[in-house]
């Protein structure tokens, strides 16, 4: 992964933005629902970004960019048309300890610009490395038919609650359980109804947990995919030797890691709720089947 994918606080961000035409448009089109402070720098200015500027959203120099423009800045964005114009900035700014964009040089730049899908407190970003923006822009067009606006809402009413609910459950499990439960209920609609499914999903709590039971020598492509959304609900995981990358890949990634239990002890996780998957040598998991009738043996084509 040569792009690494963080969410930067945008609150106290200081940006300057070099050139003003179209694609600095675009990428202040993004910039602009931050909340950073931004500066303009350009001799011509797109009109675009003069909306920008008669609605104070950014303060524009209407000039050549200076070396004092580019001090003091988090993020500096390149955007003239000016290849050398831009390498030699770009190396200013660097040594100002800005990090850096210029949007005709990738290898230049210290961070890329992803396609965004915007549901507020939602964000998806999708990124090629720079291979093809187009084929980013393209899987934002799916994921923006498949998100429905509805869910800006959903997720400042789920911001709300999450204090009451960290208060009302004093478990991580029992919160991560109430939450499967809302959205299993309520699904991605806000609407009338979701308060009430809100308040349903305190109601029933289950009562025991799982035991997924699968063999180290499984090959995972072929499990079925019913198993999936099993293995990504998983509190932790159970194995004697280290668990096969590819199981590994379809685990939920923060499930605790443990040492083989005892049968007492996996019938009493079990019993308070725990979600437990053992990754074990085909002979172990045959024993398990016999002693706990009820785990879910998962394998090719069945569970
Ligand atoms: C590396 C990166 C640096 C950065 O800008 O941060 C970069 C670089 C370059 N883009 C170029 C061209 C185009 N870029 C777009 C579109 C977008 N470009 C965006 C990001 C990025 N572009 C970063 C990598 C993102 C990634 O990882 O995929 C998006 C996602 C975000 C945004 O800009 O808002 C936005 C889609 C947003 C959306 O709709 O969702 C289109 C299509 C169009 O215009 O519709 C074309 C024309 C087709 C083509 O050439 O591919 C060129 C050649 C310029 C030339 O030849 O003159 C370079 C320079 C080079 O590659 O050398
Ligand atoms: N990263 C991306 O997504 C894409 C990048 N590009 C590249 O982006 C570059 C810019 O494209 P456009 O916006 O269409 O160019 P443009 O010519 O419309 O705009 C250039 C801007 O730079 C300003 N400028 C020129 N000299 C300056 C200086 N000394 N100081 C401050 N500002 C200065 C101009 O006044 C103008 O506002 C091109 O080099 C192109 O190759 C093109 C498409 C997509």
Not at 74 to 87: E, F, K, P
Not at 185 to 199: A, D, I, P, R, S
Request: proline share 5%.
């Amino acid at each position: 992964m040569q792009y690494f994918p963080l969410f930067l606080n945008t609150q106290r961000l200081n940006v300057l933005i070099v050139g003003a035409g179209e694609v600095a448009c675009r990428k202040l089109d993004l910039l602009s629902r931050t909340e950073a402070s931004i500066e303009v720098v350009a001799p011509e200015v797109c009109g675009g970004i003069l909306d920008y500027a008669r609605a104070e959203r950014i303060t524009l120099q209407q000039r050549a960019v200076v070396d004092a423009d580019l001090q003091h800045r988090d993020l500096v964005y390149i955007a003239t048309a000016n290849q050398s114009l831009n390498l030699q900035l770009a190396v200013q700014a660097k040594e100002a300890g800005a990090m850096v964009n210029v949007v005709d040089t990738p290898a230049a730049c210290d961070f890329i610009t992803p396609s965004i899908v915007d549901r507020g407190r939602l964000i998806v970003a999708i990124s090629t490395a720079g291979a093809a923006p187009v084929f980013a822009r393209d899987v934002r067009a799916k994921l923006e038919a498949m998100l429905p606006a509805s869910l800006t809402p959903l997720f400042d009413f789920i911001a709300s609650k999450r204090s009451e609910v960290q208060q009302r459950l004093t478990t991580g499990p029992e919160r991560r359980r109430f939450w499967e439960r809302f959205f299993a209920l309520n699904g991605e609609q806000f609407n009338g109804h979701t308060l009430q499914k809100y308040q349903q999903s305190f109601a029933n709590d289950i009562e025991h947990g799982e035991l997924l039971l699968l063999a180290d020598n499984c090959p995972a492509e072929f499990l079925p995919l019913a198993a999936l959304p099993l293995l990504q609900r998983i509190d932790a995981v159970v194995s004697i030797d280290d668990i096969p990358p590819a199981i590994a890949e379809l685990m939920r990634r923060d499930a605790e890691r443990l040492e083989m239990l005892s049968n007492s002890e996996l019938l009493k996780a079990w019993e308070i709720g725990q979600r437990l998957l053992l990754v074990l040598p085909v002979a172990e998991v045959e024993r398990l089947k016999i002693a706990f009738p009820f785990a879910k043996h998962l394998r090719p084509g069945a569970i």
